[in-house]
């Protein structure tokens, strides 16, 4: 179903539901609701905000809803089932619909400084979510028809909890609100005293300091999903691609008993054993079954016949006329039991496992004919900059070969995604907009690189930004500490540094979780965890990548010693990444450290 807006809807028909229900747990499991920000408590301030922008206001929280009497009069909504914050949606919908509203608008609690004119901008749409001028999503705060009731009822009842994938499933639009600072919420305690800092004109909302590299990749994962179709086809057309769904064994590993060495099998008894005319063979099954006393001649791979106790191999038996006589030394059955690798209905593969060699072989001998994969990803590679060249148009001392071009259509190949080369973009804005154009009509995601920061030659995240997504970000990393985050007409896209250095490592470690996720792929870096063939210090808060690679002795991990991003040579040397966190300031020789194989 898809929800239209046409004309804004009136005031006095929005029912502002403001959403309560959750459980604070990074402040230590309070209340949110009734924590006090420099005075007022939350569920006041929220409500005092919405007031104005809707016909009635209603709270919906589970628990004693006396807790808000002495606060507000507004009614408080139990949810059916609490499943997070689209129940409450949902209940607000429902009571809407028993006093007349049409719409709902919903709110968090923890958010005090959202819009004034939300409701106003959200109606224009008639079913909305917000997004900040930084291109971040607030699905808590929407306006919702009250025509959605059934299908998120029925949404719910199925699993679904995710409110933006309702959302989007049901054609929201998304509206820019407001700058990100009004969607600031509280989660910390140090939020609340950035909360109080700012009521009392001490400062802004300008981020203190760089994100961590969790919290982009924290952002990736809750910005991106999988992107692509999907289609199903035999295992063997869909080498390289990325299942969609588990796969199940359709039968058994093996099928039958069978043989594990060419010999005899021997029915009961202690031998010598009667040699029945024929043989058991692989494909072929011997016709019959084994007495007491009996042996036939079996190869490897063959069924064994009913009433078999063990094979022997041919070279630990003695021939004699018809008689099978057992040499010393004989051990084990030689016999693959039924099953014994994977029984019939068994899960041989997970969604998001690519389909290389192993996984085939697996697939083959589970006899498993058709698999629903996803389309491949495509993947566009864009360098930009005035002095960027393809290596062979190099001439001045001012130009510079193309670097970041070739590495990166390799290393995203090497990953196994579709690589669309889309060559060079100059330091211009109207020209890369025309680039971003007619990318967005031949890739799924777009990975540039250079322009990322914010000199003056550095459009990307302005211009996206400006009629894009877009979240450009100060990574507390290095190198890598430029980055731009976001959509340009239903293309994701990911701007990663200029310098090559820089480049390689934020693909590491920022646009390949990013295109597993948009393929459907699970993505798992191979991370181990070895002593440290150098010393080196740092400064906290910081994340740091070293290019590195294991000692001849093996064992442990020595370091190039250019931290430069502009140095290619260390590139070219590396085996991984040695990953110093944040919170580390000195590594001597012989501690441990993370170290991210590449290839
Ligand atoms: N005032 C600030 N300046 C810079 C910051 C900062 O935070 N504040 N960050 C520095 C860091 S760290 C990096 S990394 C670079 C990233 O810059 P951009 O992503 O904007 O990239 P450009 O300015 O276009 O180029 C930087 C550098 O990289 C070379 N380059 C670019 N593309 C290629 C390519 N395809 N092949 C080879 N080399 C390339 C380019 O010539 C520049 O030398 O910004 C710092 N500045
Ligand atoms: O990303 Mo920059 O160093 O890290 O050159
Ligand atoms: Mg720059």
Known sequence: MTVSGADPIATAHILGVILAGGTGERLGGVDKALLQLDGVALVSRVSARLAPQVGAVVISANGDPARFARLCDHEVLADEAPLGPLSGVLCGLDYAVRHGFSHVLSVAVDTPFFPKDLGAQLAQAGFALACDTAGDLH??????????????????????????????????????CGAPSAFFNINTPADMAGAEAVLRGETCFEPARD???????????AAFSRCVGVETSAPDQAAGRVLAAPVRAQRASP??????????????????????????????????????????AILTGAQVPHGTQRVAMHERVIVTGDEVHAREGQSGGNIRERGEDFDAGEMLLPAGRRLEARALALLAAGVVREVAVCHPLRVGILSTGDEVKPVDQVRAPHEIADVNGPMLRSLVAGWGFEVVALGHAPDDESALRDTLNAAAGRVDVLLTSGGAASGQ????????????????????????????????????????PGNPVAAFTSAQIFAWPLLARLAGESYAPRIVTLPAEFS??????????????????????????????????SLAQAEGLIDLPETVTQVQKGDLVRFRLLS
């Open 536 to 569: 080196f210090s740092k400064r906290a808060g910081r994340r740091e990548f070293l290019r590195g690679w294991l000692t001849d002795a093996g064992g442990r991990v020595a370091m190039h010693p250019s931290t430069s991003s502009a140095h290619v040579s």
């Open 457 to 496: 030659e550095d459009h990307l995240a302005r211009l996206m930004q400006a009629e894009g997504r877009a979240q450009q970000w100060h990574v507390a990393m290095k190198p890598g500490r430029p980055l731009v985050t976001g959509q340009w007409r239903g293309m994701a896209v990911m701007g990663l």
């Open 255 to 296: 099928a039958s008993r069978c043989a594990a060495v060419d010999g005899f099998a021997l029915g009961a008894g202690a031998g010598p054993w009667r040699l029945r005319v024929g043989r058991a063979a692989a494909g072929h099954p011997f016709q019959g079954a084994l007495q007491t006393g009996q042996a036939v």
């Open 211 to 221: 994100a961590l590299v969790g919290d982009v990749l924290a952002h990736l994962d």
């Open 139 to 176: 699905p808590t705060f929407g306006v919702w028809p009250v025509s959605l009731r059934a299908e998120l009822r029925l949404s719910l009842q199925a699993g679904r909890r995710r409110l933006r994938g309702f959302a989007r499933d049901h054609g929201a639009q998304e509206c820019i």
